[in-house]
């Protein structure tokens, strides 16, 4: 089998000593050798070594100080320390600060420094392996959420474009002219938006490091009721907020946690329910804010509460796209809050939200 | 190629010159909605058809000089093949001010990005961010905010 060489740099201050090295090693190993740390560093420089042996004893810079000083610099290549006697603090040292990988006593056994160089060679292949797998599986996860991204944005343009045709037939007094089938395309649409933007919420979360910016729950929830009550105005909110301090943490994600949430309230109403409510209590303090939505819905069974925020749950009788609370949780997840639901059937559904106060910076 | 379209003759005429519109969007669908929309909210009344941001600033140049002919609200697309919408904006902002001071731009998009819309928002020329699908509520809302006269 064609190996590719082995790169290794040997310093030791003794000249006998690299040429011993060589001797044994040159056919194995592309070696190169240094007299001095100096000198090691400039091959290093140079060459894209695999290996490096160095003496612990030399004059200026010894094998473990040479190794701290590249141990930032240049971490690829694996470390192995030779040296005449049993230093237990050097070892220690080389071991703590020095990333070494192998300590080998002095006079060496060659087959000892072969198998050694071999098995620090293997390390360093599965360390530069591993991190071109990382590297490629980032770039490929990457371009995964770009094109969710930009392709949910290609699709919404010409829904909608549909959208905008349905107001139009409904402003030029049109809707019923077709029995119900503009009121089932207008359903169908909104419903196909609906899925397109809980996949952008999803690709942000996905994306986006959490942010550090002020919140106001007073407008943040009036705006969001009236964004998603516009379609239902039978149901009575009751808002209590208490924020006497300032609310620092992720506005974006914060709305995705709130609006799904208050969109469920309102989704899932029994029909045969005369004063439907719903309540929202947020109460903040320096610590963190408590967020509390109750409905007086159809509740949730007690089996399905486990399930309801894995990605795709649906119960059966409710059309759900089985992403709404699955984004909440992940949500929650980045900017570190914790959710809670209890739920009764002839009650209605509760979520205790906690979300840390990240405070001004 | 620029299109008019005239609006029917019973609506109001103000008392000043004509009002103007412009439209800029690569859609042909949405331009054809969004003129009726405007045509709906009965605020102008003629309406400047252009499917590209150059089509668009070819027509304010060639019309500098007949004021009477250049549009006092813009509706422009972000989305749009070679001149974005931010980038017809930095052309834009080069037009004489005794024409742009009198003119007032809202960008519309499909967009739900948050950068977009606060980028848009942040531009002195743009009054406002509108979504699509345009309500025509929403956009008399912003034409009587922002033309009042």
């Known amino acids: 089998m064609d190996t590719p060489s082995v790169k290794v740099l040997y310093i030791d201050d003794e000249e006998h000593n690299l040429q011993a090295f060589k001797a044994s090693f040159r056919r194995q190993y592309e070696i190169y050798t240094a007299t001095s740390a100096a000198a090691g560093l400039l091959i290093l420089q140079n060459i894209d070594i695999n290996v490096i042996i160095a003496d612990q004893k030399m004059p200026e810079t010894t094998g473990v100080q040479f190794f701290k000083s590249i141990k930032d610099t240049y971490p690829d290549p694996v470390r192995i320390l030779l040296t005449g006697y049993t230093d237990i603090e050097a070892l220690a040292d080389a071991i703590n600060h020095g990333d070494v990988y192998r300590y080998i006593t002095k006079p060496w056994s060659d087959l000892e420094l072969h198998n050694s160089i071999k098995n620090a060679y293997d390390a360093y292949k599965a360390k530069i392996d591993l991190r071109n797998k990382v590297s490629e599986l980032e770039k490929t996860n990457d371009e995964l959420n770009r094109f969710i991204y930009s392709i949910s944005h290609e699709l919404r343009a010409p829904l909608v474009s549909v959208i905008g045709i349905v107001n139009l037939v409904k402003m030029e007094g049109l809707y019923n002219s077709s029995g119900e089938y503009w009121n089932l395309i207008e359903i169908c649409s909104n419903k196909l938006d609906f899925y397109i933007q809980k996949t952008l919420q999803y690709y942000k979360n996905n994306k986006n490091v959490a942010e550090h910016s002020p919140v106001e729950f007073e407008i943040l929830v009036s705006e969001l009721i009236s964004l998603y009550s516009y379609s239902d105005r039978d149901t009575q909110f009751n808002v209590k907020i208490n924020q006497p301090v300032g609310f620092y943490n992720d506005a974006f994600r914060i709305e995705v946690i709130l609006g799904n949430l208050i969109n469920n309230a309102i989704k899932y109403q029994k029909s045969t329910e005369p004063n439907k409510?719903?309540?929202?209590?947020?109460?903040?303090?320096?610590?963190?804010?408590?967020?509390?939505?109750?409905?007086?819905?159809?509740?949730?069974?007690?089996?399905?509460?486990?399930?309801?925020?894995?990605?795709?749950?649906?119960?059966?009788?409710?059309?759900?796209?089985g992403l709404g609370l699955f984004i909440v949780k992940e949500a929650l997840t980045r900017i570190n809050g914790k959710i809670e639901v209890t739920s009764d059937l002839a009650i209605g559904t509760t979520f205790k939200i906690t979300i840390p106060n990240g405070k001004a910076t | 190629m620029v299109r008019h379209l005239k609006l029917q003759s019973r609506m109001v005429k103000p008392l000043n010159?004509?009002?103007?519109?412009?439209?800029?969007?690569?859609?042909?669908?949405?331009?054809?909605?969004?003129?009726?929309?405007?045509?709906?909210?009965?605020?102008?009344?003629?309406?400047?058809?252009?499917?590209?941001?150059?089509?668009?600033?070819?027509y304010l140049k060639q019309h500098l000089t007949t004021p009477e002919r250049l549009p006092e609200f813009i509706l422009l697309d972000i989305q749009m093949p070679e001149m974005s919408g931010f980038e017809f904006l930095d052309h834009y902002k080069k037009l004489p001010v005794s024409f742009t001071e009198g003119c007032n731009i809202a960008m519309l998009s499909s967009t739900l990005d948050f950068s977009d819309i606060q980028r848009a928002e942040a531009n002195p020329y743009v009054v406002k961010l509108l979504k699509k699908p345009l309500i025509p509520a929403v956009l008399q809302e912003v034409v009587k905010e922002h033309l009042q006269r």
């Open chain 1, 277 to 321: 409510f719903v309540n929202i209590d947020i109460d903040v303090d320096g610590q963190r804010a408590e967020i509390t939505i109750s409905d007086n819905g159809i509740g949730i069974l007690n089996d399905h509460l486990e399930k309801i925020f894995n990605q795709f749950f649906k119960s059966k009788n409710h059309h759900g796209s």
């Open chain 2, 17 to 58: 010159s004509s009002r103007i519109v412009m439209l800029i969007d690569d859609n042909d669908i949405d331009l054809k909605i969004n003129g009726k929309i405007v045509a709906f909210t009965k605020s102008f009344e003629d309406i400047v058809v252009c499917r590209s941001g150059e089509e668009a600033l070819n």
